[in-house]
Nanobody
Framework: QVQFVESGGGLVQPGGSLRLSCAAS????????MGWYRQAPGKQRELVAS???????NYADAVKGRFTISRDNSKNTVYLQMNSLKPEDTAVYYC???????WGPGTQVTVSS
């Protein structure tokens, strides 16, 4: 079982930025394909960004051009840089492998003026 711990969420105004971090346990993180997911109230959890173990990235249309996923295998950490945030980005953000396996507690992102 792999454990994930997300951090970096908060309250931000529309147009603002946040950087999320996700620390993973285990010694084989570098082999994982990873993803950032989000779940807004009343909606299903969705994949918003992914990065393979060869650093290939992919984004949902809703965040393309605004979010950037990256990873640091030396720190067992994956990041999500979120720019030009919109109220519709409000959700709990989670990281996991892609396809998803275990879930951490998530981190709340609220975009509001």
């Amino acid at each position: 079982q792999v454990q994930f711990v997300e951090s970096g969420g908060g309250l931000v105004q529309p147009g603002g930025s946040l950087r999320l971090s996700c620390a993973a346990s285990g010694s084989v993180f570098r082999f994982y394909n990873m993803g950032w997911y989000r779940q807004a109230p009343g909606k299903q959890r969705e994949l918003v960004a992914s990065i393979t173990n060869t650093l290939r990235t992919n984004y949902a249309d809703a965040v393309k051009g605004r979010f950037t996923i990256s990873r640091d295998n030396s720190k067992n950490t994956v990041y999500l840089q979120m720019n030009s945030l919109k109220p519709e980005d409000t959700a709990v953000y989670y990281c996991s492998r892609n396809p998803a396996t275990d879930w951490g507690p998530g981190t709340q992102v609220t975009v509001s003026s």
